[in-house]
């Protein structure tokens, strides 16, 4: 269990390394600390919940069981993260060296890392079900339920967590500045102020502040 | 004793090929509730949650039996009681009440109207049996909110209080509105497991009267506590 614990740390380190070279050395040695953070918060916050809601699915389950079940889930997604390590470091390396020193090709990295952690969890998340179907003897409706419940656990509170521990890459016009380790509810560049508002303003795609938005400066000149 | 499902390949109905891992036990109708089991549920808080969430069949078999009615009824109150005050404590130390009104009080006012109007239709079904029923709500709603607890508590930590469009008291009223599901839920599971104590069908349709009644009343209560903020 030490073991395993201790890879999920050094993968989503190294994901979070891979991740913040995109910014700079600084972000980049920062997220070696902050990504196993975030998953050590997020899995601490919802222990309670996901047993909880294991009871309800899965009697058979204790709680170190359940536990252990979604310690897996993490390991497992920080291990496919990591494998993608390489390739998150090559395309920050390569963006970074031909930014603008604005904005960049920070909303294109963003999207591929988005997708990532969507397929490295969504496998994650079959795999883990299929291990509560062969050893609890769980039918698979309600393996598949329960993990999808805690896969909603996590992202509602690890959104959250990661909002708070912002930054973890920013974009090239920041580059230069040493922010705070945490920005926490300090506005984001279109104003919200918590994940869940950011997801909010993902969705109605408010306009950026006039200095970054390409747009807007074209038709300044 | 062997399960069904860990009988030898050459019993399965399917045929000496068919892997062991999918052949299924025929599902067994669940047994009452034992009353020491019951008993101590009372002094044991895990069991009192394992009976609240893990037991719905055998809830269900216990109230068409007649089992320990009364002390299951007793168990789900001290449940919803004691385990929302939690989540109360997290939305407002001088608050640590609203969240038991929410739920249970909504739940006790309506309870009344469930049980004269099944009587009236003709259900007779006895007053402990509708209480078991009834309280299944606040008390699944209780351990859901208080599994919700700590994410609330980083939530109110961690986003400021001042002007957004996402506020945590939203969020927190989405999980107080998943954890009254959850209940509502539970309730259904225990009934379909207890629709034999109902001579016919038409408490069910009671019961889904009821729930518009009820999920009204829960309405307004929210809105008088001001759980929204």
Same mark, same amino acid.
């Given at each position: 269990?030490?073991?395993?614990?201790? *890879?999920?740390? *050094?993968?989503? %380190?190294?994901?979070?390394?891979?991740?913040?070279?995109?910014?700079?050395?600084?972000?980049?040695?920062?997220?070696?600390?902050?990504? &196993?953070?975030?998953?050590?918060?997020?899995?601490?916050?919802?222990?309670?919940?996901?047993?909880?809601? %294991?009871? %309800?699915?899965?009697?058979?389950?204790?709680?170190?069981?359940?536990?252990?079940?979604?310690?897996?889930?993490?390991?497992?997604?920080?291990?496919?993260?990591?494998?993608?390590?390489?390739? !998150?470091?090559?395309?920050?390396?390569?963006?970074?060296? *031909?930014?603008?020193?604005?904005?960049?090709?920070?909303?294109?990295?963003?999207?591929?890392?988005?997708?990532? !952690?969507?397929?490295?969890?969504?496998? %994650?998340?079959?795999?883990?079900?299929?291990?509560?179907? *062969?050893?609890?003897?769980?039918?698979?409706?309600?393996?598949?339920?329960?993990?999808?419940?805690?896969?909603?656990?996590?992202?509602?509170?690890?959104?959250?967590?990661?909002?708070?521990?912002? &930054?973890?890459?920013?974009?090239?016009?920041?580059?230069?500045?040493?922010?705070?380790?945490?920005?926490?509810?300090? &506005?984001?560049?279109?104003?919200?102020?918590?994940?869940?508002?950011?997801?909010?303003q993902t969705i109605r795609r408010p306009r950026l502040p006039s200095w970054l938005d390409a747009g807007a400066r074209e038709q300044k000149k | 004793m062997s399960t069904?499902?860990?009988?030898?390949?050459?019993?399965? $109905?399917?045929? $000496?090929?068919? $892997?062991?891992?999918?052949?299924?036990?025929?599902?067994?109708?669940?047994?009452?509730?034992?009353?020491?089991?019951?008993? @101590?549920?009372?002094?044991?808080?895990?069991?009192?949650?394992?009976?609240?969430?893990?037991?719905?069949?055998?809830?269900?078999?216990?109230?068409?039996?007649?089992?320990?009615?009364?002390?299951?009824?007793?168990?789900?109150?001290?449940?919803?009681?004691?385990?929302?005050?939690?989540?109360?404590?997290?939305?407002?130390?001088? #608050?640590?009440?609203?969240?038991?009104?929410?739920?249970?009080?909504?739940?006790?006012?309506?309870?009344? @109207?469930?049980?004269?109007?099944?009587?009236?239709? #003709?259900?007779?079904?006895?007053?402990?049996?509708?209480?078991?029923?009834?309280?299944?709500?606040?008390?699944?709603?209780?351990?859901?909110?208080?599994?919700?607890?700590?994410?609330?508590?980083?939530?109110?930590?961690?986003?400021?209080? #001042?002007?957004?469009?996402?506020?945590?008291?939203?969020? @927190?009223?989405?999980?107080?509105?998943?954890?009254?599901?959850?209940?509502?839920?539970?309730?259904?599971?225990?009934w379909l497991a207890a629709r034999n104590a109902a001579p016919s069908n038409l408490f069910a349709m009671v019961l889904l009267v009821w729930h518009a009644v009820f999920?009204?009343?829960?309405?307004?209560?929210g809105t008088v506590l001001h759980l929204g903020g």
């Amino acid at each position: 269990m030490i073991r395993g614990a201790l *890879t999920t740390l *050094t993968c989503s %380190a190294l994901y979070g390394f891979a991740l913040g070279s995109a910014h700079s050395e600084l972000y980049a040695t920062r997220n070696l600390v902050k990504f &196993p953070l975030l998953i050590v918060i997020t899995g601490v916050v919802c222990a309670l919940a996901y047993w909880i809601v %294991a009871r %309800a699915f899965a009697p058979m389950l204790s709680f170190q069981a359940v536990q252990r079940a979604t310690g897996r889930l993490f390991h497992d997604m920080s291990v496919l993260l990591a494998s993608l390590s390489p390739a !998150v470091a090559f395309l920050a390396w390569t963006s970074r060296a *031909t930014d603008d020193g604005m904005l960049g090709s920070y909303d294109s990295f963003l999207a591929f890392n988005v997708a990532i !952690v969507a397929v490295a969890g969504s496998l %994650a998340l079959l795999r883990q079900t299929r291990a509560l179907f *062969t050893q609890y003897g769980l039918a698979p409706a309600p393996a598949k339920l329960l993990v999808g419940l805690w896969l909603v656990l996590s992202l509602g509170v690890g959104g959250q967590a990661a909002f708070v521990m912002r &930054p973890f890459f920013g974009f090239p016009a920041t580059r230069g500045n040493t922010p705070p380790f945490f920005v926490g509810a300090e &506005p984001d560049l279109r104003g919200a102020t918590n994940f869940y508002e950011a997801v909010w303003q993902t969705i109605r795609r408010p306009r950026l502040p006039s200095w970054l938005d390409a747009g807007a400066r074209e038709q300044k000149k | 004793m062997s399960t069904p499902a860990e009988q030898p390949l050459s019993n399965s $109905p399917a045929g $000496p090929d068919v $892997p062991l891992a999918i052949a299924r036990a025929p599902r067994r109708p669940a047994l009452p509730l034992d009353p020491e089991f019951v008993d @101590s549920a009372l002094t044991n808080p895990l069991r009192a949650i394992d009976l609240t969430l893990a037991e719905a069949d055998r809830v269900g078999a216990s109230v068409v039996a007649g089992v320990a009615l009364s002390r299951i009824a007793f168990i789900l109150l001290v449940t919803s009681l004691l385990f929302a005050i939690p989540y109360g404590c997290v939305l407002s130390l001088a #608050g640590w009440w609203k969240v038991v009104a929410l739920t249970l009080g909504s739940t006790v006012i309506c309870l009344p @109207s469930l049980f004269v109007f099944s009587s009236y239709l #003709g259900q007779r079904m006895r007053l402990e049996q509708i209480l078991v029923l009834g309280f299944t709500i606040p008390a699944v709603a209780a351990l859901f909110s208080f599994g919700f607890a700590p994410i609330v508590a980083f939530l109110r930590a961690t986003m400021s209080e #001042g002007d957004t469009q996402v506020p945590w008291r939203s969020i @927190s009223n989405v999980l107080l509105a998943l954890s009254v599901l959850a209940g509502v839920v539970q309730l259904w599971r225990t009934w379909l497991a207890a629709r034999n104590a109902a001579p016919s069908n038409l408490f069910a349709m009671v019961l889904l009267v009821w729930h518009a009644v009820f999920l009204h009343v829960l309405w307004r209560m929210g809105t008088v506590l001001h759980l929204g903020g």
